[in-house]
Each structure stands twice: as structure tokens, then as C-alpha cells.
T-cell receptor
């Protein structure tokens, strides 16, 4: 069965520092991969997605992610974190099933120090 | 219009009440979803509607009853809930359900408290 792991439950970085959030997936076929961000009490906003082509994907808010098939990873990066980036980040994989079914990772909470 | 709206934002109900959550989108999406999210956890899929037909029901208790009156609207009818049903209920939608690479667009959620 497909699964998504995010090894880091909570990460704290200083404002202006670089950021990398890890995501690993387990899925037999070509995965469709997504990163979402959720501010407290809010819905989820898509940051970026990968489904084919260039393995380095650019998203909104200065985020990017790199798909590495050999490592089954889709890590999210940002070169310089802003205080407003503090939120919960979810990696997700889409199961190739009619009716579409996302499998979310457990999430990584990002705190940003001033 | 590129958003999913949900009403109400907050709902407090007793265990004997009947209430409904409403979700609306006008993006022409043909798949709509209900998720339940507990604090500090990822969203858990409850139901999926594809072309206004229920296509996935993730073994949700019958006290939750979904309804899709048309392609823009999705309701979740609640009856005889338990305190452990208190959570953030998220609605989402996406283009053609058969295209798994389509992202889901999420609403802001309804915060439900069951007393």
C-alpha cells in the first residue's frame, strides 16, 4: 500500500535561514506528488506539485521541490525563510485510482525564530 | 472564482442535534471531497463524489451522511454525533476525477464541536 513519511515532526529555523523539509513515499508506479501548507485553523494551500517532466519544481512563495526517484523522495526547499512561513506542511501522493485519493504524510510543523 | 467556500465557519452542537455543513465551488470541478482533520494530524478522507455520484466512502459511520445536489454543491449532514467527532471538517474539489495529477483545492474548513 502507498504511504508517505515526513521524518521531521517539528523544525525550527531562524528567519532568513534556508529550509529543507523531507518527504519520502512508498508507491509502486509513477507517483503524483504534492506539497501543501496549512496555517493554524485554516484550509490547505497547494505550494507545488510534480507529475512528470523536470524533476525540480518551482512553486509559490519561493518554494521549490526536487523529485528523486532513486531515493523515493520529494523534499521541499526554500533559500530564505520568512516569519510568515511558520505553518504545518503536508506532503501528499495521489493514488492512481478513479475518484482520486490523496495519501497525506503526517506533516511537519515549521517554527520561525525572529 | 477560484475558491472553495464552506459554511458555517464554526458549529457547536449537542449529541442529539441534526445539523449540516455546506461546501460550494464554481470552478467547474467534477470531484468533491470531505475530509476530517483532528488537531496536529493530517486530513483523513471521508467521502469522494465523482460527477455527482458517491465513489468513495472510507468506512465512515452512518451518523455522517453526504449529499451532492449538483456539481457545485456538497453537503455533509450530521446526526447523533459523538464528542470524538469534534474536528475541523475540510471540503475540497478537483478537476476530472480520473486525472490523479490534478491538485485538490481546499476550503477553509468548518470547526465542529460536539458537546
Amino acid at each position: 500500500a502507498q504511504s508517505v513519511t515526513q521524518p521531521d515532526i517539528h523544525i525550527t529555523v531562524s528567519e532568513g535561514a534556508s529550509l529543507e523539509l523531507r518527504c519520502n513515499y512508498s508507491y509502486g508506479a509513477t507517483p503524483y506528488l504534492f506539497w501543501y501548507v496549512q496555517s493554524p485553523g485554516q484550509g490547505l494551500q497547494l505550494l507545488l506539485k510534480y507529475f512528470s517532466g523536470d524533476t525540480l519544481v518551482q512553486g509559490i512563495k519561493g518554494f521549490e521541490a526536487e523529485f528523486k526517484r532513486s531515493q523515493s523522495s520529494f523534499n521541499l526547499r526554500k533559500p530564505s525563510v520568512h516569519w510568515s512561513d511558520a505553518a504545518e506542511y503536508f506532503c501528499a501522493v495521489a493514488v492512481d485510482n478513479y475518484g482520486q485519493n490523496f495519501v497525506f504524510g503526517p506533516g511537519t510543523r515549521l517554527s520561525v525564530l525572529p | 472564482d477560484t475558491e472553495v467556500t464552506q459554511t458555517p465557519k464554526h458549529l457547536v452542537m449537542g449529541m442529539t442535534n441534526k445539523k449540516s455543513l455546506k461546501c460550494e465551488q464554481h470552478m467547474g470541478h467534477r470531484a468533491m471531497y470531505w475530509y476530517k482533520q483532528k488537531a496536529k494530524k493530517p486530513p483523513e478522507l471521508m467521502f469522494v463524489y465523482s460527477y455527482e455520484k458517491l465513489s468513495i466512502n472510507e468506512s465512515v459511520p452512518s451518523r455522517f451522511s453526504p449529499e451532492c445536489p449538483n456539481s457545485s454543491l456538497l453537503n455533509l449532514h450530521l446526526h447523533a454525533l459523538q464528542p470524538e467527532d469534534s474536528a475541523l471538517y475540510l471540503c475540497a474539489s478537483s478537476h476530472e476525477p480520473e486525472r490523479s495529477y490534478n491538485e485538490q483545492f481546499f476550503g477553509p474548513g468548518t470547526r465542529l464541536t460536539v458537546l
